[in-house]
């Protein structure tokens, strides 16, 4: 696989200057909406310091809480499976479906089945699965990976969902009313769960001390995947484990004001067991997950609930899209788990970042992302994966910096000679600065300069 | 008290103006300040460009010409929290000297707010003037309440702005919004970068601002780019220009 690249990426969604900024201006509402939402509630920085002590708690102590998790879920019928990555995890999932002999599936939206790359699987064994959240529906038709982890068909305008429509469902191209087109695709949907032999959904929280799980959705899909059908198969990363069912509320109430400024989802889901002659499994999936934990730089991006907050307030996502950053979660998150698991894949993702740190002052569970990403560079640079050019231009500025001498030097010369330069010659086609900003003007003289002099009047 | 002036490179070398209004700043105080000519650069651009092994001896230099001083101030709140924040790499958690730095070094306006708590300033600036909360002095040293956060609000630099006479501070849409400069983030993703100064500016535009000013020159200097290629009608200003009574 050829290494991403997330500036050519970004370049190109740059470039539609009236959909950056639709883009742009759809995300920042969200966080304005989640600004409201979270400044409703007086104690919400305490809730984020709680959330953060029980994650961080809870990943201190995992193995205990799965096994927990797993002995109260098997008194409870359900079956626990555990997959040590991807591959596992499909053969898990496969078999389950097999033994049923199932031929359609309903998807609740999981990204953890985005990861594992679960759709194509299935499909190639004959299996048809549906994703039923509306804009993952979307995107599968387009077939295009979901560009948010919470808002799928962010980076589609309606009329590009009217298309897609009428070429998927046969609607109107020219309609592209939201309730004309979410109707179609309710009418679409219902049928596809009615057919459907198994539900497959993904977990928000894994509570260990009941056994259960809950997901959180806008649409009630997992409600009509899970119930529905006989068979439902819950996926999720060791990750989504929380000890007891009162610090649910904590994470509740975090959630949704994060991800889209609601008090809560309209539906939170608790499953604590199969249906009425049904059957339940839970497929529990590290995937390279506990590396994590070993790592002290990182580890609290295990903590992420994905709610998405870091991504609808980074001003590089919001204009870059979610597809430039080639990773299954896009965004602040995204950058520092997809740079951890192949820095040499994803070794441009640490620096589509100015730093600002507005990430981890919104992040429900306050995950460092920004010290993250520095941290990243620096390890990209341990382990000799960013380019020489910039390793050799940053030695030389270093070697010079070591001298005030040689610094106030080549300072002098260049207020000196750029100004004669021609500007055709200063704005070639190496001077990135210059494609689309001057350069600043160039004083005679230096601040040192004017200092030795004693020419500075400070009265 | 002995002050120990710490003036970015770049800005020593392109923004001499308001180095000299950091300086009389100081001095309006009665404040014995020095400027250590061996000083050069805290290393920040090529440690935020993932090369911060190389400037260990950038950061020797800086700790050996700055700790001798009660404080450390500097026009510059991402180069503060350069020292202040990924310096702690090199030196053992006890060195003494470093620590000194480490909590004597302050951001210009930082000190003014927070040390000499000024209540006073005697100049005039009657212009409509758009504050940009450059990020790492905003969130990192936190001289103003992040936007992100339900604490009770705080701007330092606003409440020093708020000292001159006859300035209107406008109110933008999104008060602590990146430009896009980011070290060099400006140049390796200079599409996303040059687009995000433009959408500050023409925040600033919309709510008829005048001048754009700062506590970041290097946000200034990328806006001011951007600004000048443009030709839009706003002016850039280091906010301790404005507080010394340099722009007119």
């Given at each position: 696989?050829?290494?991403?690249?997330?500036?050519?990426?970004?370049?190109?969604?740059?470039?539609?200057?009236?959909?950056?900024?639709?883009?742009?201006?759809?995300?920042?509402?969200?966080?304005?909406?989640?600004?409201?939402?979270?400044?409703?509630?007086?104690?919400?920085?305490?809730?984020?310091?709680?959330?953060?002590?029980?994650?961080?708690?809870?990943?201190?102590?995992?193995?205990?809480?799965?096994?927990?998790?797993?002995?109260?879920?098997?008194?409870?019928?359900?079956?626990?499976?555990?997959?040590?990555?991807?591959?596992?995890?499909?053969?898990?999932?496969?078999?389950?479906?097999?033994?049923?002999?199932?031929?359609?599936?309903?998807?609740?939206?999981?990204?953890?089945?985005?990861?594992?790359?679960?759709?194509?699987?299935?499909?190639?064994?004959?299996?048809?699965?549906?994703?039923?959240?509306?804009?993952?529906?979307?995107?599968?038709?387009?077939?295009?990976?979901?560009?948010?982890?919470?808002?799928?068909?962010?980076?589609?305008?309606?009329?590009?969902?009217?298309?897609?429509?009428?070429?998927?469902?046969?609607?109107?191209?020219?309609?592209?009313?939201?309730?004309?087109?979410?109707?179609?695709?309710?009418?679409?949907?219902?049928?596809?769960?009615?057919?459907?032999?198994?539900?497959?959904?993904?977990?928000?929280?894994?509570?260990?001390?009941?056994?259960?799980?809950?997901?959180?959705?806008?649409?009630?899909?997992?409600?009509?995947?899970?119930?529905?059908?006989?068979?439902?198969?819950?996926?999720?990363?060791?990750?989504?484990?929380?000890?007891?069912?009162?610090?649910?509320?904590?994470?509740?109430?975090?959630?949704?004001?994060?991800?889209?400024?609601?008090?809560?989802?309209?539906?939170?889901?608790?499953?604590?067991?199969?249906?009425?002659?049904?059957?339940?499994?839970?497929?529990?999936?590290?995937?390279?997950?506990?590396?994590?934990?070993?790592?002290?730089?990182?580890?609290?991006?295990?903590?992420?609930?994905?709610?998405?907050?870091?991504?609808?307030?980074?001003?590089?996502?919001?204009?870059?899209?979610?597809?430039?950053?080639?990773?299954?979660?896009?965004?602040?998150?995204?950058?520092?788990?997809?740079?951890?698991?192949?820095?040499?894949?994803?070794?441009?993702?640490?620096?589509?970042?100015?730093?600002?740190?507005?990430?981890?002052?919104?992040?429900?569970?306050?995950?460092?992302?920004?010290?993250?990403?520095?941290?990243?560079?620096?390890?990209?640079?341990?382990?000799?994966?960013?380019?020489?050019?910039?390793?050799?231009?940053?030695?030389?500025?270093?070697?010079?910096?070591?001298?005030?001498?040689?610094?106030?030097?080549?300072?002098?010369?260049?207020?000196?000679?750029?100004?004669?330069?021609?500007?055709?010659?200063?704005?070639?086609?190496?001077?990135?600065?210059?494609?689309?900003?001057?350069?600043?003007?160039?004083?005679?003289?230096?601040?040192?300069?004017?200092?030795?002099?004693?020419?500075?009047?400070v009265? | 008290m002995k002050i120990g002036l710490f003036?970015?490179?770049?800005?020593?070398?392109?923004?001499?103006?308001?180095?000299?209004a950091t300086l009389k700043l100081l001095k309006s105080l009665n404040l014995d300040v020095e400027?250590?000519?061996?000083?050069?650069?805290?290393?920040?651009?090529?440690?935020?460009?993932?090369?911060?092994?190389?400037?260990?001896?950038?950061?020797?230099?800086?700790?050996?010409?700055?700790?001798?001083y009660d404080y450390i101030v500097a026009p510059?709140g991402?180069?503060v929290?350069?020292?202040?924040?990924?310096?702690?790499?090199?030196?053992?958690?006890?060195?003494?000297?470093?620590?000194?730095?480490?909590t004597s070094i302050y951001e210009i306006c930082e000190f003014l707010h927070d040390i000499m708590k000024i209540t006073k300033l005697d100049v005039?600036?009657?212009?409509?003037?758009?504050?940009?909360?450059?990020?790492?002095g905003?969130?990192?040293l936190?001289l103003?309440?992040?936007?992100?956060?339900?604490?009770?609000?705080n701007n330092k630099l606003r409440n020093l702005l708020n000292l001159v006479?006859?300035?209107?501070?406008?109110?933008?849409?999104?008060?602590?919004?990146?430009?896009?400069?980011?070290?060099?983030?400006?140049?390796?993703?200079?599409?996303?970068?040059?687009?995000?100064?433009?959408?500050?500016?023409?925040?600033?535009?919309?709510?008829?601002?005048?001048?754009?000013?700062?506590a970041?020159?290097?946000?200034?200097?990328?806006?001011?780019?951007?600004?000048?290629?443009?030709?839009?009608?706003?002016?850039?200003?280091?906010i301790t220009?404005i507080l010394a009574g340099?722009?007119?």
């Amino acid at each position: 696989m050829s290494i991403h690249n997330h500036p050519k990426k970004a370049k190109e969604f740059v470039s539609n200057d009236e959909r950056m900024h639709w883009h742009d201006k759809a995300l920042w509402f969200v966080r304005e909406k989640r600004d409201k939402a979270s400044k409703s509630i007086p104690e919400w920085e305490k809730l984020r310091e709680y959330a953060q002590q029980i994650k961080t708690h809870t990943m201190a102590n995992l193995d205990k809480y799965l096994l927990e998790f797993e002995e109260n879920a098997t008194k409870r019928g359900i079956k626990v499976h555990f997959a040590k990555d991807a591959k596992e995890h499909n053969e898990i999932v496969y078999n389950i479906l097999k033994e049923h002999q199932v031929k359609k599936v309903v998807k609740s939206k999981s990204m953890l089945t985005e990861e594992c790359h679960l759709n194509p699987f299935l499909e190639k064994k004959g299996i048809e699965v549906v994703d039923t959240d509306l804009g993952e529906r979307i995107v599968q038709f387009r077939k295009e990976p979901p560009s948010h982890i919470v808002l799928p068909a962010i980076h589609l305008k309606k009329e590009d969902v009217a298309k897609t429509f009428h070429k998927e469902l046969g609607t109107d191209e020219n309609n592209s009313d939201p309730t004309y087109l979410t109707r179609a695709a309710r009418e679409h949907l219902r049928g596809k769960f009615l057919e459907a032999d198994a539900g497959i959904t993904g977990v928000n929280f894994a509570i260990a001390n009941t056994g259960g799980v809950v997901v959180c959705t806008n649409e009630g899909n997992a409600d009509m995947g899970s119930s529905l059908p006989k068979l439902h198969i819950a996926c999720m990363g060791i990750e989504k484990i929380i000890p007891r069912l009162q610090d649910l509320s904590i994470f509740t109430r975090l959630l949704a004001r994060s991800a889209t400024g609601q008090p809560i989802t309209t539906y939170t889901s608790h499953y604590h067991g199969a249906i009425e002659n049904g059957e339940m499994h839970i497929v529990i999936v590290d995937n390279n997950r506990a590396n994590f934990l070993s790592s002290n730089k990182y580890k609290k991006a295990l903590n992420c609930i994905r709610c998405g907050a870091c991504m609808n307030t980074c001003p590089v996502y919001r204009r870059s899209g979610g597809h430039s950053y080639d990773y299954v979660i896009p965004g602040p998150i995204g950058s520092s788990l997809a740079t951890f698991r192949d820095p040499k894949l994803h070794k441009t993702l640490s620096f589509a970042c100015s730093l600002c740190g507005s990430c981890s002052n919104v992040c429900p569970v306050k995950i460092d992302l920004d010290s993250q990403l520095y941290n990243h560079r620096q390890d990209l640079y341990e382990k000799n994966i960013i380019s020489t050019k910039k390793r050799v231009v940053m030695k030389l500025s270093v070697w010079v910096l070591n001298s005030p001498i040689l610094f106030s030097i080549l300072g002098k010369i260049t207020r000196k000679i750029v100004p004669l330069i021609p500007k055709k010659i200063i704005y070639n086609r190496f001077n990135i600065w210059g494609k689309q900003r001057d350069i600043p003007n160039m004083p005679t003289k230096s601040f040192k300069e004017l200092y030795k002099e004693g020419s500075i009047d400070v009265k | 008290m002995k002050i120990g002036l710490f003036i970015p490179c770049f800005m020593n070398e392109l923004y001499p103006k308001s180095c000299i209004a950091t300086l009389k700043l100081l001095k309006s105080l009665n404040l014995d300040v020095e400027y250590p000519e061996e000083q050069t650069c805290c290393g920040q651009p090529m440690a935020n460009a993932g090369c911060a092994k190389d400037i260990k001896t950038l950061a020797y230099k800086f700790v050996s010409t700055f700790s001798k001083y009660d404080y450390i101030v500097a026009p510059s709140g991402s180069c503060v929290t350069m020292v202040k924040e990924h310096y702690k790499d090199f030196f053992h958690e006890d060195d003494e000297e470093y620590n000194k730095t480490k909590t004597s070094i302050y951001e210009i306006c930082e000190f003014l707010h927070d040390i000499m708590k000024i209540t006073k300033l005697d100049v005039k600036f009657p212009y409509k003037v758009g504050l940009h909360n450059s990020c790492h002095g905003h969130r990192a040293l936190k001289l103003g309440t992040a936007s992100e956060l339900n604490i009770p609000y705080n701007n330092k630099l606003r409440n020093l702005l708020n000292l001159v006479e006859g300035i209107e501070i406008v109110d933008l849409k999104r008060e602590d919004e990146c430009c896009g400069f980011g070290g060099t983030f400006c140049v390796t993703q200079e599409d996303v970068s040059v687009a995000m100064g433009k959408d500050r500016i023409n925040d600033h535009l919309d709510s008829y601002a005048q001048f754009i000013t700062g506590a970041d020159m290097s946000c200034l200097m990328h806006l001011e780019g951007i600004i000048n290629r443009d030709k839009s009608p706003l002016k850039v200003v280091h906010i301790t220009e404005i507080l010394a009574g340099e722009v007119q």
